[in-house]
């Protein structure tokens, strides 16, 4: 039995003719690949693929490197080159623009939540990839759509499909078939049948564009012949009866469709014809009752894909609500792989698209699948076995809910959002390249089928919802590309051309952006292009044709727009704008031709961009991008610069530039006028392989002078310094200022320079002239560096034997030059013997030098006719022995004619090679310069390794011998150095120091920590007579200081210390020393002593002065002795108290009862305050009454002087009164809060409990059900409720002070507990949340248990209220007043007048009155809530 007889396949196939000679005459769909077998195809892409660049991709680096899962499920390398694109257009009438982004507001179906994810802001991508759609109207089908709607009433459009022809569905039954001409062919139905079986809902055109499927809102399906335009079949039984068709889809197979519809079922329909007779079997491939399909895609191979192995399989892909499948319908129904969408927004649309792709030289289909805002990308294959596998590619995230996804090709995607935007993206490297309104298409929505109006709207509010926003029918893609359906026309989509792009891009006047888009298609770095085809040469021939056109275009347009009047910077700013533009294409495209010739002379028709030509070349000639210039160009260019006095820019231009186009004796003149030295030896060089005459026309300039023993110009200087680095750089082999010269010519060079340097006479040399110049010359110039030239040199110089007699002769012309004069300082001979030296020492030598002559610098250095540099000659003898200048004398004599010079420096050199460092010391104590560095000498001998016992002992005996010295030089370091390496030989230390200063100063840097020697004190083991000698002498020399050194020192006897402070009567110390041993009263009695004798040296002083300082002293004094009792009357009870401080105001007012109220003394005044001030400090110590008392009963007041003390006793009064309106304030504020606070917890005790449910948190049971095992209910005041039973299995209970406390298992498993205060009382502490109110059976009983209640008359609060009060300090931001109000209570049933002393570990040691962060709050109570 056949599937379809014979004579309907002729047909087809006749059909398929026709129609494939009609799509070449307009179309020409695929002309060039469908001549392609699929190994041909293989071939060009391997072709292709060397043509790819691999930056195009731009893999971004990974911070961590990938795993093995990763790597197999996905692969990132994905290199596509063959684009299956239709580059032909319809006969359509083109809108050109608003073919970019116009921003314009969506239609009024787009409006959802999804547009709030639209935070970012796009990037301007219109001017990096241009216009990359077109954007088209058809007219012809659009108006024949609303003519049928008016003219035969065929409703509005439902869906399109697009092959080669174009088929419209309509509202009301009608299939409007359109050519590629955009006229009607056929118009199919009626609308009879139309009522019968409602809007078409899908459409589907077969591969050969022979058969048209059409399926209907009430479930019908027709199919007819495109051809013949008759009804073929009428299927209404395929799939369960009063569901819509949201889907009907021909596979590659014609005698196979795939219809879903509204009940999410999908099902195989297979097309036969048995006898005549055409049949329809259907089967279920999907059934909705285990999830909805709402989108299926069959995959479809192009007539060039036929033979890939995967289209045997007949793939499917559908995706449900929940997830994607992948199956396969041949050769038996297989499921391949599903994938479930994880979480995503209910109402967004799945999407499904299948593509060819070209990934590692093989073409396989990619399915794209998406739903909300992320698209995933999976790679179909099949392997040798013959099963598929699916790996997921890098899949793209969106900031924008999609409705469609289409491929337009393998490499560019089109998207269309939530908005009616559409975004057209590169696929691999995911950059958005244009983003399009298509608001005005008014696009067509599927909603009323996906929620099945026409059958009663039978469907699931799932369903329902992602309908919202289904427009699957409404856009289709064929041939590169896609048409959109709107309510009363079509438009159809596709890529411009790349000289389309570039052209949109000149009619919007953006010249720059199309040159730099031009330069993309260049470079092959462009995205989604079209029409450039033929092999990387070709293409790039091809673009840089244009890209010429565009430049000339871009010239004229920079000198037509250049501002005719102004000032001359805006036409400068304007061509610096714009000819740097030209001058970057031109070397870009390698067209220096173009560059000098046409551009150059169109430019110089204007002066000012002439200008800014010229100076757009300098960058790329000192880069060296430009070598050559036509003569011209050069002579203008140098012109240029000169007249802008921009010499120096010359210079650097010159030495980069070919100048054999140059006129070079004119170049010559100009460098040298205008003291462009590098340029003129580039020039003689590189022009004229002269390199001798720039070296004489220097040597000129600076040899008068140095013969003449002038100081040089700084010009003259910097000519001199560049002779030196060029006859450096001609003996190296280097070209100057830059390059190398020509291998050739390197010996000559070499040879020439050499036999130059060495003339006995320069040329036109005058009778007077010395022999040989040039070397003296540089000598003088700089000997250091130009011996250094020469060391340099013969390092390069091979072993030959002209190489050694050049060096030989060199030698002995410096040494003859050097050594029979005497115009060179000591400086300059010894770097010659220095040069000599290392040549000397060098294993090959061949040079040979006279000894004697060393021996002749050694007198010369060691025995000068005058004292003048000292230094310069020690250093220089310095460096000559250090080069291995050694071996040329004898030692001792060396020794002793450096000791004789004083040079210290070369002493210290000779006695380390023979490890004698104990004399190194006197070396450097006899150095005034370096005396200071023998302590860190010392030191690195003493501590670094290496060095032998004896070696140390010496050195350390050397330094016990020169103590005195060391001590006198620098105490602090000599402290430090016996500190650290003998610290047990501090004793002997300090009998060897006999002069008691110096003892002084070397105990003072050793004991006291603040002069700062980094020595651990604690390793010292200092005994106390060593400490109290250092403050026996600290007495002698600096008594002020006793006290505080004291206070630092830790190492001392207090009774020994007592009695040498006693001799030195330092009665501050003494007093200072008992304090600290405890005997308070004797401390006091000392201080007390010394301000009596002050107060009567007052007291009997005449009226001669003002101002005495004694005064001062006594205030000083009075001011100590306070300090001593206000330190320790913490410590003392009341009668100790008074002990201290009525003797201190005894002896402040006897000065006042001694002298008569009528002659009042002169310091009367002064000493009243002063007693007022002593007042005031007793008051906080000494009860007030006590202190009237003490005063009344004084003989001398009793006698009726009471007013002599009245201000005493009302300055006291005032206090009282201040104090007394303090303490009633704040007690009426801490009352009121009190009350409110008492208030607000009873009212929170007193408050029901409302729980959030009727049953059990943690068993979920009710708990009324449970009321038979008399169980208790506890309720929490967060509203959870517990069966007591419960919430022990949950070990929620603790016993505190005989309590059962409870916690909320919810709320503290959740971390939900708060601390409680630990301010208030013991019963709080913990994270426990005792807050719950007991319900039971027997709840009206009284449940407590009066035994178990506390003792002490302390009041305990319930758990109901400790939660309240608990809430109400969490109100407050800091310390709650009533927490204040209770320590307050606390503090005075413990004492009375106790003052809290943080040295003491009393209880109030952690009183909130301590915390830095303790305020009084004096704000209003906050409200509560409710």
């Not at 999830?291 to 192995?309: T, Y």
């Not at 002579?635 to 070919?658: R, T």
């Not at 230094?871 to 250090?882: A, D």
């Amino acid at each position: 039995m056949e599937n379809e007889p014979d004579h309907e396949n002729v047909e087809q196939s006749l059909c398929a003719k026709t129609t494939e000679e009609e799509l070449n005459k307009s179309f020409n769909l695929e002309a060039s690949l469908s001549k392609f077998s699929y190994i041909d195809l293989d071939k060009e892409l391997e072709f292709k693929n060397d043509l790819i660049d691999d930056k195009e991709f731009d893999i971004p680096q990974v911070d961590t490197p990938p795993t093995l899962e990763s790597i197999l499920n996905e692969t990132d390398d994905e290199d596509e080159s063959f684009v299956l694109e239709d580059p032909t257009l319809l006969n359509i009438d083109t809108i050109d623009s608003h073919s970019y982004d116009t921003s314009s507001v969506a239609s009024s179906d787009s409006g959802d939540r999804t547009n709030l994810k639209r935070k970012k802001k796009l990037p301007d991508s219109f001017s990096l990839h241009g216009s990359v759609m077109r954007h088209s109207l058809l007219k012809g089908i659009s108006a024949q759509i609303v003519s049928a709607a008016d003219k035969v009433d065929a409703g509005l459009p439902t869906a399109i499909a697009v092959s080669s022809l174009i088929a419209v569905g309509t509202s009301h039954g009608l299939a409007l078939i359109f050519d590629q001409n955009q006229a009607l062919r056929l118009c199919l139905g009626s609308t009879s049948v139309g009522g019968q079986y409602g809007a078409i809902s899908a459409l589907s055109i077969n591969n050969d564009c022979s058969r048209l499927l059409c399926g209907f809102a009430k479930g019908q399906i027709t199919m007819w012949d495109l051809a013949s335009g008759k009804l073929l079949r009428s299927i209404t039984d395929a799939h369960p009866p009063g569901t819509a068709i949201l889907h009907i889809k021909f596979t590659d197979d014609p005698t196979l469709a795939i219809c879903n519809d509204s009940g999410g079922s999908v099902f195989e329909l297979t097309f036969k014809r048995v006898m005549g007779v055409r049949t329809c079997e259907s089967r279920c491939l999907f059934s909705g009752s285990k999830g909805e399909v709402c989108c299926i895609e069959p995959l479809h191979s192009k007539p060039e894909l036929k033979d890939h192995p995967i289209t045997q399989f007949s793939l499917l892909a559908m995706a449900s609500l929940t997830k994607i499948l992948v199956i396969g319908l041949k050769p038996s129904l297989k499921v391949w792989m599903t994938f479930p969408y994880g979480r995503m927004d209910p109402s967004s649309v799945p999407l499904l698209a299948w593509h060819f792709v070209a990934v590692h030289n093989y073409v396989n289909p990619m399915l794209a699948f998406c739903r909300g805002d992320v698209v995933h990308f999976l790679l179909v294959k099949r392997d040798e076995s013959g099963a598929i596998h699916v790996t997921k590619q890098k899949h793209l995230h969106l900031y924008y809910d999609l409705i469609n996804f289409t491929w337009i090709n393998s490499r560019t995607i089109v998207l269309l959002d939530s908005v009616e935007k559409l975004h057209v993206i590169d696929r691999q490297t995911q950059e958005e390249l244009e983003t399009v309104e298509i608001s005005e298409v008014q696009l067509v929505y599927n909603s009323s089928h996906f929620k099945s109006l026409a059958t009663g709207g039978n469907v699931s509010q799932a369903l329902a919802l992602v309908g919202e926003k289904a427009c699957y029918q409404s856009i289709s893609s064929y041939g590169g590309q896609i048409f959109y359906l709107g309510t009363k026309s079509v438009y159809v989509m596709m890529l411009r051309s790349w000289r389309e792009r570039v052209d949109h891009l000149l009619k919007q006047d953006c010249l720059t952006e199309a040159l730099a888009l031009a330069w993309s298609f260049h470079e092959g770095k462009a995205k989604a292009v079209v029409g450039l085809s033929g092999d990387a040469s070709k293409r790039k021939a091809v673009v840089a044709d244009r890209m010429v056109e565009i430049l000339f275009h871009y010239a004229d347009r920079a000198l037509k727009k250049c501002p005719d009047q102004g000032k001359i910077q805006v036409m400068e700013q304007h061509f610096q704008d714009m000819v740097p533009v030209i001058v970057d294409y031109c070397l870009l495209l390698q067209r220096k031709d173009l560059l000098f010739s046409q551009m150059y002379d169109k430019l110089s028709e204007n002066s000012v961009a002439k200008g800014v030509f010229l100076e757009c070349l300098e960058p790329y000639i000192l880069s060296d991008k430009l070598m050559g210039i036509t003569p011209q160009v050069m002579k203008d260019l140098i012109v240029h610069f000169q007249d802008k006095k921009l010499m120096e820019n010359v210079e650097a231009l010159i030495v980069h530039m070919d100048i054999t186009s140059l006129d070079i004796q004119q170049v010559v003149l100009m460098c040298w006028e205008n003291h462009l030295y590098d340029a003129m030896i580039y020039v003689y060089n590189r022009g004229m392989n002269e390199f001798i005459s720039p070296m004489e026309k220097l040597f000129r300039v600076i040899a008068p002078p140095l013969n003449a023993g002038k100081t040089l110009t700084d010009e003259q200087v910097v000519m001199g310094n560049k002779l030196l680095v060029y006859i450096s750089c001609c003996l190296a082999g280097r070209a100057y200022p830059l390059g190398d010269i020509p291998e050739d010519l390197v010996p000559l060079v070499k040879n020439q320079v050499f036999e130059f340097l060495i003339r006995l006479h320069s040329a036109e040399a005058s009778p007077e002239e010395e022999i040989y110049p040039y070397v003296r010359t540089l000598l003088h110039f700089d000997t250091r560096e130009f011996l250094n030239v020469l060391a340099l040199t013969f390092e390069d110089f091979k072993n030959d034997k002209q190489a050694v007699e050049y060096q030989q002769r060199i030698v002995d012309i410096l040494l003859k030059v050097m050594v029979e004069n005497s115009d060179f300082t000591p400086s300059q001979v010894g770097c010659l013997f220095t040069f000599l030296a290392r040549q000397l020492a060098k294993p090959d030598n061949t040079l040979f030098v006279n000894r004697t002559l060393f021996d002749q610098v050694l007198e010369f250095l060691c025995s000068p006719d005058d004292d003048s540099r000292h230094s310069e000659r020690q250093q220089v003898l310095l460096e000559l022995l250090q080069a291995g200048g050694i071996v040329q004398f004898e030692e001792s004599r060396l020794i002793r004619m450096a000791e004789k010079a004083e040079f210290y420096q070369i002493c210290e050199f000779m006695y380390e090679r023979e490890h004698q460092y104990d004399k190194i010391i006197d070396c450097y104590l006899r150095d005034p310069l370096r005396e200071e560095e023998v302590f860190n000498y010392i030191h690195n001998i003493l501590s670094i390794p290496g060095h032998s016992a004896e070696e140390k002992q010496s050195v350390w005996q050397k330094a016990m011998d020169h103590i005195e010295e060391l001590v006198s030089l620098k105490p602090c370091k000599a402290a430090e150095l016996v500190a650290t390496h003998f610290s047990g030989q501090i004793e002997t230390v300090i009998k060897k120091l006999q002069n008691q200063i110096l003892l002084f100063k070397f105990l003072r840097s050793l004991l006291d920590p603040r002069e700062g020697i980094h020595v651990n004190q604690e390793s010292l083991q200092i005994s106390p007579c060593i400490t109290e000698q250092f403050i026996e002498l600290l007495c002698q020399f600096n008594p002020n200081q006793v006290i505080e050194t004291l206070q630092v020192l830790e190492c001392y006897r207090l009774e020994e210390t007592i009695q040498i402070t006693q001799k030195y009567q330092l009665h501050e110390v003494t007093a200072y020393l008992l304090e600290k041993k405890g005997d308070i009263h004797g401390a006091f009695l000392i201080m007390l002593e010394r301000l009596q004798s002050k107060l009567q040296e007052i007291t009997h002083q005449g009226e001669n002065t003002k101002e005495d300082p004694s005064l001062k002293d006594v205030e000083d004094t009075m001011v100590e002795t306070i300090a001593l009792c206000q330190r320790n009357s913490h410590n003392l009870n009341q009668q100790q108290r008074e002990a201290l401080w009525f003797p201190l105001l005894e002896a402040m007012m006897a000065p006042q009862k001694l002298s008569s109220s009528a002659v009042p003394h002169l310091h009367s005044e002064a000493l009243k305050s002063l007693t007022m001030q002593v007042l005031n400090s007793m008051a906080a110590f000494i009860a007030l009454p006590s202190i009237l008392q003490r005063i009344l009963q004084d003989p001398v007041y009793g006698k009726g002087k009471l007013g002599e003390i009245q201000g005493l006793i009302l300055g006291m009064l005032d206090t009282f009164n201040y104090e007394q309106t303090l303490l009633e304030t704040t007690t009426s504020l801490l009352n009121q809060d009190l009350h409110w606070s008492l208030c607000n917890l009873r009212a929170s005790v007193t408050r029901g409990l409302n729980p959030k449910q009727d049953y059990c948190s943690i068993c979920l049971q009710q708990y009324k059900r449970r009321q038979e095992m008399a169980d208790e209910i506890i309720v929490f005041s967060c509203g959870h409720l517990y069966h007591a039973f419960c919430l022990q299995n949950k070990e929620c209970t603790t016993e505190i002070e005989g309590q059962t406390r409870w916690t909320c298992y919810k709320c503290s498993s959740s971390n939900k507990v708060g601390k409680l205060s630990e301010n208030s009382s013991e019963i709080k502490k913990g994270r426990i949340t005792p807050s719950q109110v007991k319900m039971s059976p027997s709840y009206h009983q009284s449940k407590g248990d009066p035994t178990a209640k506390k003792a002490t008359s302390e009041p305990i609060l319930d758990p109901q209220q400790i939660q309240a009060f608990d809430q109400l300090c969490r109100l407050y931001r800091g310390s709650s007043r009533l927490a204040l109000l209770t320590e307050l209570s606390q503090n005075r049933s413990s004492e009375s007048y106790r003052l809290f002393s943080g040295s003491q570990s009393s209880p109030a040691f952690n009183s909130i009155f301590q915390n830095e962060n303790f305020q009084l709050q004096l704000i209003p109570p906050p409200v509560t809530e409710d």
